[in-house]
């Protein structure tokens, strides 16, 4: 082993295994974590998230006091439902998994999601006895738009989507049950804009259904609602528990509250970051006059949440990865469903062996494009990439990944070598999200003579006003060469919908059967 890989499991090491003291500084989580919900087992809290084209897709995410999150599991490996998730007829940029229902029972949990790849399809309910799986298909019902399942202290289950919309489920969650829809409550006058994102609870004997809404006038905020009731079909009186921007960045809204294990309830509620996604903000929850109120005694999002309770193990949602093991860690996601033989861990132990597996003109087009998140406010990672097995027209390198992307990308061409920084955007039809055209503009670009291997580095800058992402090579044991100019990273909702990855691939243009092995992924983010 190498004193690099020595040094990076070491440091590693240290990070899983050191103490802090639950402290935890909004954002709770400064990366791309949208659509939230969050359950207490015992002494954990369990989240789900969006990941939507990502696979695994719909991870599950655990914590002991809010501010150490851990990757424990994954909902799915692939989804299998539309060949749009192999590429095949479109894609599903910006539609797949989307805000997920947690649950747990009577010693199960459940997740309730419906893709977004076809309008109407299905939705699915999944079940495991544990929180990292393996999960199972329990059953497939009609389409539900941000929904969430409910069970009831009699044992009843209903499923609370779109506007106000319910409907009770079947004993043994297999259907509707027949008569059972209504709508629990009518738009008021001000309800003219966005208002879904479904979270239900009940406390002390009353319901509770929590809300994202948005009105569309002048001087009106996104903000978080609460619908209330003493039965749980109403009526509902409503009231706005949540209006705050916070940190330079507009208004919150959409999540859920979750009572701790100290006795105390609490809000998580995501926030629109720009390039880096949809970060997760922490905050007290009051319950006053029967209302889930969100925020600090001003009704804002507090800097800092003290937490309490005993010192924990410190982990991490993005890391550092020498390729050690024989199995891909938790950290990493896949870009649409993976090809599995087109990629090894144990091949060249140590190495992410990436081949090429499909003829295709553009990075967005690439299968086995593998990826982490970025996370403010700023973070750093580089790869090593071994290019001896490149074939004429492959393309492989590191990226800030998003509908608007900055690459480093080797290209080879013939017996030559070349890297080139350039920016990218992509064009997609609206309705089955195939790729129509990428736009690529390249900033700069050198030959590489004699190089066997190449260090990339990308700097990210999510402070208020920056979404920069910066570019640099290594070759050999020299300093870092700064190549390109800094990128404007975006967040749009028109194209892939979530925060700039970083993502590493590979693929051909001309011929199938090249590869690159991928060395030591190293990452840090300043705090």
């Given at each position: 082993m190498s004193i690099r890989r020595i040094c990076l499991a070491l440091v590693a090491s240290l990070c899983m295994s050191a103490s802090v003291s639950a402290i935890v500084r909004n954002p709770m989580i400064w990366a791309d974590v949208p659509d939230p919900d969050v359950i207490r087992v015992g002494e954990y809290y369990y989240m789900v998230t969006t990941t939507m084209?990502?696979?695994?897709?719909?991870?599950?995410?655990?914590?002991?006091?809010?501010?150490?999150?851990?990757?424990?599991?994954?909902?799915?490996?692939?989804?299998?439902?539309?060949?749009?998730?192999?590429?095949?007829?479109?894609?599903?940029?910006?539609?797949?998994?989307?805000?997920?229902?947690?649950?747990?029972?009577?010693?199960?949990?459940?997740?309730?999601?419906?893709?977004?790849?076809?309008?109407?399809?299905?939705?699915?309910?999944?079940?495991?006895?544990?929180?990292?799986?393996?999960?199972?298909?329990?059953?497939?019902?009609?389409?539900?738009?941000?929904?969430?399942?409910?069970?009831?202290?009699?044992?009843?289950?209903?499923?609370?989507?779109?506007?106000?919309?319910?409907?009770?489920l079947t004993s043994d969650l297999q259907g509707v049950v027949p008569g059972s829809e209504c709508r629990i409550f009518q738009r008021e006058p001000d309800e003219t804009g966005l208002l879904e994102g479904s979270r239900f609870i009940k406390?002390?004997?009353?319901?509770?259904?929590?809300?994202?809404?948005?009105?569309?006038?002048?001087?009106?905020?996104?903000?978080?609602?609460?619908?209330?009731?003493?039965?749980?079909?109403?009526?509902?009186?409503?009231?706005?528990?949540?209006?705050?921007?916070?940190?330079?960045?507009?208004h919150v809204g959409q999540g859920t509250i979750v009572d701790g294990n100290d006795g105390k309830w609490y809000g998580v509620i995501f926030q629109d970051r720009g390039g880096v996604g949809r970060v997760l903000t922490h905050m007290p929850c009051n319950w006053i006059d029967g209302w889930p109120i969100l925020g600090d005694e001003q009704g804002r999002v507090p800097e800092t949440m003290p937490q309490g309770g005993d010192e924990v193990r410190s982990t991490h949602l993005v890391t550092s990865d020498d390729f050690s093991s024989d199995k891909l860690s938790l950290f990493w996601q896949w870009n649409h469903n993976p090809i599995d033989e087109?990629?090894?861990?144990?091949?060249?132990?140590?190495?992410?062996?990436?081949?090429?597996?499909?003829?295709?003109?553009?990075v967005y087009a690439a299968r086995n494009t593998i990826s982490q998140r970025m996370e403010g406010p700023r973070c750093t990672a580089s790869v090593v990439l071994d290019l001896r097995h490149m074939v004429d027209g492959d393309r492989c390198g590191l990226a800030a990944f998003n509908g608007h992307s900055g690459l480093l990308t080797i290209v080879r061409d013939g017996k030559s070598y070349k890297l080139v920084q350039s920016n990218t955007l992509v064009h997609l039809t609206d309705r089955e999200k195939a790729i129509t055209k990428v736009d690529e503009e390249v900033v700069e670009q050198i030959e590489l003579k004699k190089c066997k291997k190449i260090q990339l580095r990308i700097d990210g800058d999510f402070t208020p006003g920056k979404d920069i992402a910066t570019f640099y090579y290594k070759v050999g044991k020299g300093d870092w060469t700064p190549i390109g100019e800094p990128f404007k990273m975006q967040f749009d909702y028109r194209r892939l919908f979530m925060g700039t990855r970083y993502a590493i691939f590979n693929y051909a243009t001309k011929r199938e059967g090249g590869y690159v092995d991928v060395d030591c992924f190293e990452y840090s983010r300043e705090e």
């Open positions: 084209h990502l696979m695994p897709g719909a991870p599950i995410m655990r914590s002991k006091d809010f501010s150490n999150w851990e990757t424990v599991g994954y909902l799915f490996d692939r989804l299998t439902d539309s060949p749009k998730y192999d590429m095949e007829g479109g894609t599903v940029y910006g539609r797949g998994q989307w805000a997920t229902s947690l649950k747990y029972h009577k010693g199960t949990f459940y997740a309730l999601f419906a893709p977004n790849d076809n309008l109407g399809g299905d939705t699915y309910i999944m079940t495991s006895k544990d929180a990292a799986g393996p999960w199972k298909i329990h059953s497939r019902l009609r389409h539900f738009h941000d929904a969430s399942l409910f069970f009831d202290d009699d044992d009843r289950v209903y499923v609370i989507y779109g506007t106000g919309e319910m409907c009770e406390h002390d004997g009353k319901y509770y259904l929590l809300m994202i809404s948005h009105v569309w006038a002048p001087g009106r905020y996104r903000r978080q609602v609460c619908y209330r009731a003493d039965d749980i079909k109403g009526p509902y009186e409503k009231k706005v528990i949540l209006q705050s921007d916070f940190g330079g960045f507009p087109a990629w090894s861990l144990t091949e060249r132990p140590g190495f992410l062996r990436l081949k090429t597996n499909k003829i295709v003109s553009n």
